[in-house]
């Protein structure tokens, strides 16, 4: 079965660090383009960071030198490393799989003191 599966969330304080996962089957993540979308309430679903096939990453917007992506080829994972959170990066944070429409069920991250 092809899925993605987020864990990791939860509520942290403000400058506090977080990690999800991004568990892929039925496909290698090494073969796909895989980001992190994310959406707080109200607000359109926008894009945190992608890494590309060749390993390559990228991380946009207000989150860039706070959140690194990476991937584990062995466990066909893909991570968010998130560090100095605030609470703005309240969200529900999505994986997908680029450009075919493969999401996962996304995890909540609340980040309040």
């Known amino acids: 079965q092809v899925q993605l599966v987020e864990s990791g969330g939860g509520l942290v304080l403000p400058g506090g660090s977080l990690r999800l996962s991004c568990a892929a089957s039925g496909f290698s993540v090494s073969r796909y383009v895989m980001t992190w979308y994310r959406q707080a309430p109200g607000k359109e679903r926008e894009l945190v960071a992608e890494?590309?096939?060749?390993?390559?990453?990228n991380v946009v917007g207000s989150v860039k030198g706070r959140f690194t992506i990476s991937r584990d080829n062995d466990k066909n994972t893909v991570y968010l490393q998130m560090d100095s959170l605030k609470p703005e990066d309240t969200a529900v944070y999505y994986c997908q799989r680029s450009g075919t429409g493969l999401w996962g069920q996304g995890t909540q991250v609340t980040v309040s003191s």
């Open positions: 890494i590309s096939i060749v390993g390559n990453t």
